[in-house]
């Protein structure tokens, strides 16, 4: 595979068919102590930045489960990790999406083939009929939703009630990018694993499985070193361009309330066409920014109004993104809008 790969291309590969989890020891090791002793909780929320393997870790998981179905058993209780070979039967049944023991909710296309902005309500009502019917394969069922934030308010009240009165031997892998912003009644039927962006050494090593590289590349240890311990971010930058575009725009962001109307036009043009990859890299820029300066500002009581102007600002700016990428939207007038809205919130 070329290093010159756009991110689409590179990040095809579905964390359901990943085998390998790099990091996160300390994790996979508290949900494996947990199903061993035999009173797992059914709800775990494992939040943490976007790109750092929590989906990885949840499918890990849901495979252990549903290949090993005693946690009493003596293959369990010496496992050292979640592992399944890849050969094993439940493996490649996850890894197809075609195990009858496992439900996954997340974004699909709606009927015109465009991706949806949010999980529905009628597709988290399928929990019932999973959890609620007679078992279709002997065991545990798990069902894992990627990601929790995506719920829509009546998805994540129906979610709710499945998670209030949990089936036995039943699962829940909760995936959320921000868990603070997930509903506190959802939060608090659920044991929480927060995981750490990923070491830059990790990062190499995932990224250059995902990208058919050698760890030696020189271009992705550059990307590693900007991605802020997250693979799917290193991807991103890989080929050095959506590199570029990352440092341009943390230039305009420092300069900030000012703005730089050329370098705005010059920036809405690279960013131009539909390459997912440029606006990933964009939103990363704009959205690390965001998040130190919300950092910087918690510690003074003082800075709290502007910090939830800003914390309002970001709202919007993410809907924006998601509608620019949904739709096909034309870059431009997003970046004038995202600098224009960060301006009159940091003036």
């Given at each position: 595979?070329s290093p010159?790969?756009?991110e689409?291309?590179v990040a095809?590969?579905h964390?359901?068919?990943?085998?390998e989890?790099?990091?996160?020891?300390?994790a996979e090791t508290?949900?494996l102590n947990?199903?061993?002793?035999?009173?797992i909780?059914h709800?775990?929320l494992i939040g943490?930045?976007?790109?750092?393997?929590k989906?990885?870790l949840?499918?890990r998981?849901?495979?252990f489960v549903l290949?090993?179905?005693?946690?009493?058993?003596?293959?369990?209780q010496?496992?050292?990790?979640l592992?399944v070979?890849p050969?094993?039967?439940v493996?490649?049944q996850?890894g197809?999406g075609a195990?009858?023991?496992?439900?996954?909710l997340?974004?699909?296309?709606?009927?015109?083939?465009?991706?949806?902005?949010?999980?529905?309500?009628?597709?988290?009502r399928?929990?019932i009929?999973?959890f609620?019917?007679t078992?279709a394969v002997?065991?545990?069922?798990?069902c894992i939703?990627d990601t929790?934030?995506e719920?829509?308010?009546?998805?994540?009240?129906a979610l709710?009630?499945v998670?209030?009165?949990?089936?036995?031997r039943?699962?829940?892998l909760?995936?959320?990018?921000?868990?603070?912003r997930?509903?506190?009644?959802?939060?608090?039927?659920?044991r929480?694993?927060?995981?750490?962006p990923l070491?830059?050494a990790d990062v190499?090593?995932?990224a250059?499985g995902?990208?058919?590289?050698s760890?030696?590349?020189?271009?992705l240890a550059d990307?590693?070193a900007a991605?802020e311990?997250s693979v799917?971010?290193?991807l991103?930058?890989?080929?050095?361009?959506?590199?570029k575009?990352?440092?341009?725009?943390a230039?305009?962001?420092?300069?900030l309330p000012?703005?730089d109307?050329r370098?705005?036009?010059?920036?809405?043009?690279?960013l131009?066409?539909?390459?997912?990859g440029?606006?990933t890299?964009?939103?990363?820029?704009?959205e690390r920014w965001?998040?130190?300066?919300?950092r910087a500002g918690a510690?003074?009581?003082?800075?709290?109004?502007?910090?939830a102007?800003?914390?309002?600002?970001?709202?919007k700016i993410?809907?924006?993104?998601?509608d620019?990428e949904?739709?096909?939207?034309?870059?431009k007038?997003?970046?004038?809008?995202v600098?224009?809205?960060?301006a009159?919130a940091?003036?």
């Open positions: 595979m010159r790969q756009t689409s291309q095809a590969r964390p359901r068919e990943t085998t989890l790099f990091g996160h020891r300390e508290a949900l947990a199903y061993r002793g035999g009173r909780p709800a775990w943490g930045a976007q790109g750092i393997g989906a990885t949840a499918y998981m849901a495979k290949a090993h179905r005693d946690p009493l058993g003596m293959d369990v010496h496992a050292g990790t592992r070979d050969s094993d039967s493996a490649r996850v197809a195990h009858g023991g496992l439900l996954t997340e974004r699909t296309a709606n009927d015109k083939g465009v991706m949806r902005t949010v999980i529905t309500v009628d597709e988290t399928e929990t009929s999973f609620g019917s078992a002997e065991g545990w069922r798990v939703v929790v934030d719920l829509n308010p009546n998805a994540a009240n709710l009630k998670l209030e009165e949990p089936p036995q039943s699962l829940f909760l995936v959320s990018h921000a868990p603070a997930v509903l506190p009644t959802i939060l608090s039927r659920c929480k694993l927060l995981l750490r070491a830059a190499i090593r995932a250059a995902a990208a058919g590289l760890a030696d590349d020189p271009a990307a590693a991605a311990g799917a971010r290193a991103t930058l890989l080929g050095g361009d959506a590199l575009l990352q440092q341009r725009t230039v305009l962001l420092a300069g000012r703005l109307l370098e705005l036009h010059a920036l809405g043009d690279t131009g066409g539909s390459d997912r440029a606006l890299a964009f939103v990363d820029s704009v965001v998040g130190e300066r919300l510690r003074d009581n003082a800075n709290l109004p502007r910090l102007r800003l914390a309002e600002v970001w709202e993410n809907r924006a993104a998601r620019a949904t739709y096909n939207l034309d870059r007038p997003l970046v004038f809008s600098f224009g809205l960060l009159e940091t003036q």
